[in-house]
Structures are given as structure tokens and as C-alpha cells.
T-cell receptor, first 112, second 114 residues
Framework: QKEVEQDPGPLSVPEGAIVSLNCTYS??????FMWYRQYSRKGPELLMY????GNKEDGRFTAQVDKSSKYISLFIRDSQPSDSATYLC????????????FGGGTRLMVKP | DVKVTQSSRYLVKRTGEKVFLECVQD?????MFWYRQDPGLGLRLIYF???????EKGDIPEGYSVSREKKERFSLILESASTNQTSMYLC?????????????FGPGTRLTVL
């Protein structure tokens, strides 16, 4: 079993839909939770970052962490074609050297 | 603007060749990382370095080595390339030894080994 599990998709939604992307993990030491967005032929870039449990909102994006269930989510409201990308969750225990453990990524397609 | 550059976007090599992938960051970051990305497997850490001339093995170091002679440059070396090393290679950097820091990624090198 992988340490971080993520549905690979692809997930196809119409423009304007609410998108829910999820990851589950097994390592209870993880404290830092991130979502990276990766456009085709580009490197990943940080989209959202959350420490411990709770919600964080940034514009159309909301990140949720439920440490008791070892489950994290990213919600995208009013999805746009420009949101079409692969979304990678990543986690860290906060150890020296800042190691991240990544999920496999979910490919999202938002159709006009 | 933060920048991580990689020497090649696309590379085609033959089995048994020695391959060098170069990464340069201009942010004065202490930490640098090499990952490979394969469909369904996400990013897997090959090696990382938290200081000049320092290196640590990641999750999948077999068949790879690294070099960090200067703070801004981190090289990944495939001593004898094999077909199972065909992949997307991503370099990243982050500042300091603190609990969390964002990793900044380069655009990636797509390596094909024939």
C-alpha cells in the first residue's frame, strides 16, 4: 500500500462545476499538507498549503485536512478551463531537509 | 522571480550511456532535490542535498548518483542508462532546514533511453 493514495482520474467536469479532489494517507506523523498544480509539460507549482487539521480558503480554492480520518481534500469552485491540469497532493512530517511524500496526481479536465 | 532551470527539456540516450542532468537555481536555496515522475506513481525522490557537497539517498537511488559542487547547481548522473530509467526528471529547491518550505520545481527533463 502506498503511503499517499490519490485517484488518478481523469476527472472531466463542465465549466462552472464544483470539483473535489482527495487524498488519503497512512502516516500519522504528517503535519504539513500541500496541493501542487502541474500543467502539461511544466513542473509542479504550489497551490495551497495547510498545517495540521482544518480548512484554508484562497479565492476559488479550499483545502481541507481531517487528520483523524487521514484524509485531505481540495475543492475548486466555479471551475474554469484554465484549471485543467494534474493536481498532486503532498505531505511532510516537518523533518529536517523538508521531505515531501507525493500522491500519484489526479488529472482534471474542465470543458467549456 | 524564483527560478529553477534544467539543462534539457528532452533527451534521448542509448542503453549503457552515461547521462548527466543539470539543475540550477538562482534563489540561494540550501536544499535541492531530484525526483522522477511516472504515470500513476507520482513524484518519487531519488536524491537530495541540504548543503554543498552533501547528499542523501531518497526512496529510489539505485542506478543514480548526484553531485553538488556549488550551492546553486545539483547534477543527477545515470552511470549506465537503462530503459527502465526512461522517465520525467524533475529538480526542485527549497530554503533552509525549517519545518516546512515550499519546493520550487524546474520544468522537467523528459529522458528516453533506447
Amino acid at each position: 500500500q502506498k503511503e499517499v493514495e490519490q485517484d488518478p482520474g481523469p476527472l472531466s467536469v463542465p465549466e462552472g462545476a464544483i470539483v473535489s479532489l482527495n487524498c488519503t494517507y497512512s502516516n500519522s506523523a504528517f503535519q504539513y499538507f500541500m496541493w501542487y498544480r502541474q500543467y502539461s509539460r511544466k513542473g509542479p507549482e504550489l497551490l495551497m498549503y495547510t498545517y495540521s487539521s482544518g480548512n484554508k480558503e484562497d479565492g476559488r480554492f479550499t483545502a481541507q485536512v481531517d487528520k483523524s480520518s487521514k484524509y485531505i481534500s481540495l475543492f475548486i469552485r466555479d471551475s474554469q478551463p484554465s484549471d485543467s491540469a494534474t493536481y498532486l497532493c503532498a505531505m511532510s512530517a516537518g523533518n529536517a531537509g523538508n521531505m515531501l511524500t507525493f500522491g500519484g496526481g489526479t488529472r482534471l479536465m474542465v470543458k467549456p | 522571480d524564483v527560478k529553477v532551470t534544467q539543462s534539457s527539456r528532452y533527451l534521448v540516450k542509448r542503453t549503457g550511456e552515461k547521462v548527466f542532468l543539470e539543475c540550477v537555481q538562482d534563489m540561494d536555496h540550501e536544499n535541492m532535490f531530484w525526483y522522477r515522475q511516472d504515470p500513476g506513481l507520482g513524484l518519487r525522490l531519488i536524491y537530495f542535498s541540504y548543503d554543498v557537497k552533501m547528499k542523501e539517498k531518497g526512496d529510489i537511488p539505485e542506478g543514480y548518483s548526484v553531485s553538488r559542487e556549488k550551492k546553486e547547481r545539483f547534477s543527477l548522473i545515470l552511470e549506465s542508462a537503462s530503459t527502465n530509467q526512461t522517465s520525467m526528471y524533475l529538480c526542485a529547491s527549497s530554503p533552509g532546514l525549517v519545518s516546512y518550505n515550499e519546493q520550487f520545481f524546474g520544468p522537467g527533463t523528459r529522458l528516453t533511453v533506447l
